[in-house]
């Protein structure tokens, strides 16, 4: 192992790449799913800093390497860890319980031993990397142990942890046998960020029942403990976003441009194309929107003869149960709807059960009138902003569940309620009616919101919080923080 120290480490469960082996057996590395890394990476290369994380497969030792300007710090997860860290207690029971309990939760108190010994070997695989003084900053709901192994172990650093998924009102949060260590590890950073300002509020008020400390929006009191002082930590929204720039910028590609028109003629030229792009994830509404929109070919509201809608379902945590089963409903449903509307020639339900990359996305966005994103509950929701973005010709409708975090930022989309079967239904065909005036209207205010805060802002003002917080703290200026002008790359990368 290199003994290399960073002024500047992220961390997060995945890496920014996945480890994969070609056709003919060679290994070979690949951008990882995820918004994380879409958010992230243009900010590392342009920091110099380092990457810890899992490269996707278990068992393996690997080295610290360099990839496309990030060092990046492999931490080995066994076959054990990812049946009760990675599937278990990260997705089996902090995704459901932070998303509201639409699935139920399990409590197994071998998935927590796991989730608290991986957290310790990711705090201590930064802590061996982390130059003195310097920046960390943790991400998402699989490390929140993190920040207080990591402030026991080097007080010297700077903490910033990010949760990319909501964080839940205390009624929710409190089943959790583990509440308080949870709340005490994330308490261990300067700055915890959340997606939405209700996310911090919950937070802030879990901390006041359980902990007592006292709060003063967004700072939370936390007493001298331990011959450790009293210090203040900031608990704040910052909104997420994508790099808009460089999306757009695909979008208009010819190329790009050429592929949305052979979609189109590919699907028979539809009046409309209704599009839904997401991981297959029980989060995300899908059987909600392919019930409103399968009640609307019943009514005869719509015809299949007009229009198509477009599943990209990406294939996820296929191991964990719930995840199955939402397979077999999705796919089961799927083909009903194709079953008793489609025809010879048109088919109601474009169903794709699997990834796509940058350019087919921004092509599928672009042939897509009607976009419909139906979250029961999201931290954010990127595709929201990923189709606003390609929109250049400022056209196009988004349905957009009041339930995501964009929809605090996206007011001019047809909000929803997806629970709302007959308000679905209406909005669908609001946005398949809506005349051009308004899509250009709602379009124009759409996408003036996602440039003002693309991912560089996001990460910015993070980063700018965290560097205040660390003159508070007495710990000095940070040249690496301080210096850099956070710019992101403008074009795409080959
Ligand atoms: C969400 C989470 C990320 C996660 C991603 C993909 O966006 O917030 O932390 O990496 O889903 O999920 P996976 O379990 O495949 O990493």
């Known amino acids: 192992m290199s003994d290399e120290r960073y002024d500047f480490v992220v961390a997060s469960n995945r890496l920014p790449v996945d480890r994969v082996i070609d056709d003919d057996g060679t290994p070979n590395w690949r951008p990882s799913p995820g918004g994380l890394v879409t958010a992230l990476e243009p900010v590392m290369r342009e920091a110099d800093g380092a990457w810890v994380g899992w490269a996707g497969q278990p068992d393996l030792e690997l080295e610290p390497f360099d990839w496309d300007g990030i060092r990046i710090v492999p931490i080995k997860l066994t076959d054990d860890d990812l049946e009760n860290f990675y599937e278990g207690f990260s997705n089996d029971t902090l995704w459901p319980l932070y998303h509201d309990v639409i699935a139920p939760p399990g409590y197994h108190r071998v998935w927590w031993d796991s989730y608290v010994s991986v957290n310790q070997r990711f705090a201590n695989a930064i802590a061996a990397v982390s130059a003195p003084g310097a920046t960390v900053w943790v991400q998402d709901y699989q490390l929140q142990l993190v920040p207080r192994m990591l402030r026991q172990a080097r007080p010297d650093l700077t903490i910033g942890f990010f949760n990319h998924i909501p964080f839940p009102a205390y009624g929710i949060f409190?089943?959790?046998?583990?509440?308080?260590?949870?709340?005490?590890?994330?308490?261990?950073?300067d700055v915890i960020g959340f997606q939405r300002v209700a996310d911090?509020?919950?937070?802030?008020?879990?901390v006041r029942r359980l902990l007592g400390y006292s709060t003063k929006n967004p700072v939370i009191e936390v007493p001298a403990r331990g011959g450790v002082p009293k210090r203040g930590v900031i608990a704040r929204a910052f909104p997420i976003s994508i790099d808009v720039a460089s999306f757009e910028h695909l979008a208009r590609s010819p190329a790009v441009q050429a592929r949305a028109e052979q979609i189109r003629h590919d699907l028979g030229n539809p009046k409309t194309i209704m599009l839904g792009v997401d991981r297959l994830d029980y989060t995300k509404?899908?059987?909600?929107?392919?019930?409103?929109?399968?009640?609307?070919l019943e009514d005869g509201r719509l015809k299949v003869e007009d229009i198509t809608l477009v599943q990209v379902a990406s294939p996820s945590r296929e191991r964990v149960e719930t995840y199955r089963q939402l397979r077999d409903e999705i796919e089961l449903t799927v083909g009903r709807i194709n079953g008793d509307y489609g025809t010879i020639s048109h088919q109601a339900v474009s169903y794709l059960h699997h990834g796509f990359p940058r350019e087919e996305m921004a092509a599928l966005y672009l042939a897509a009138d009607v976009m419909l994103v139906t979250a029961l509950r999201d931290g954010m929701n990127l595709v929201a902003k990923e189709y606003v973005a390609a929109r250049f010709d400022v056209d196009g409708v988004l349905v957009?569940?009041?339930?995501?975090?964009?929809?605090?930022?996206?007011?001019?989309?047809?909000?929803?309620n997806p629970h709302d079967i007959d308000g679905l239904k209406d909005a669908i065909l609001r946005a398949v009616d809506m005349a051009r005036p308004e899509r250009r209207k709602r379009m124009k205010a759409l996408r003036r919101r996602v440039r003002e805060n693309d991912v560089n802002h996001w990460s910015q003002s993070f980063l700018r919080a965290l560097a205040e917080s660390r003159r508070d703290a007495g710990r000095g200026a940070d040249d690496t923080l301080d210096d850099l002008e956070w710019t992101v790359e403008r074009a795409p990368r080959s």
């Open 285 to 296: 509404g899908i059987g909600h929107r392919l019930k409103a929109f399968g009640e609307l």
């Open 174 to 189: 409190s089943q959790l046998p583990w509440r308080t260590q949870i709340i005490e590890g994330l308490l261990g950073a």
């Open 200 to 206: 911090a509020g919950n937070f802030s008020r879990a």
């Open 400 to 416: 957009l569940s009041e339930f995501t975090g964009a929809s605090d930022e996206l007011r001019s989309a047809l909000l929803i």
